[in-house]
């Protein structure tokens, strides 16, 4: 398992469980962007006692820890893919609308400005989707 995340749980006191550690290496094995179904449907072999509502609320974990990233897509549902920014540092991901692959950029101005049209600014969240090279 990669190291960036099992630090991102220690930073954020939560343990490293084999059904956390199956779900992060599951994302790994995959890289790309997942429905919590999905990641289900692909360890319950492995977990017989795994419910859907667990890999619900461990991916809530992991994207509040900055593990994961979350989107919703056009089709209303949410997916999740992996946060590769080693830092917290502010960052943006961009998703591939053919295979689910997922990039990451910084180039975002938005924590500069302090008011947009009269609003204070307190937060953002910014979804980018495209196509990747190797879906053209």
Same mark, same amino acid.
């Given at each position: 398992m990669n190291e960036l995340y099992l630090n991102k749980l220690r930073e954020n006191n939560f343990k490293?469980?084999?059904k956390r550690k199956a779900i992060i290496d599951f994302f790994l094995k995959k890289d790309r962007y997942l429905t919590p179904e999905t990641v289900w449907r692909g360890l319950k072999k492995k977990f017989i006692q795994l419910g859907l509502p667990s890999i619900y609320r461990n991916l809530e974990l992991f994207s509040k820890c900055g593990i994961?990233?979350?989107?919703q897509r056009p089709d209303r549902k949410l =997916? =999740?893919?992996l946060c590769h920014s080693k830092k917290n540092n502010h960052h943006h991901h961009i998703i591939c609308i053919k295979c689910g692959k997922v990039g990451e950029f910084s180039d975002c101005d938005l924590l500069k400005k302090k008011t947009i049209n009269g609003f204070k600014i307190t937060n953002h969240s910014l979804q980018i989707e495209g196509i990747c090279l190797k879906c053209r």
């Open positions: 490293l469980t084999p994961l990233a979350k989107i =997916y =999740y893919g």
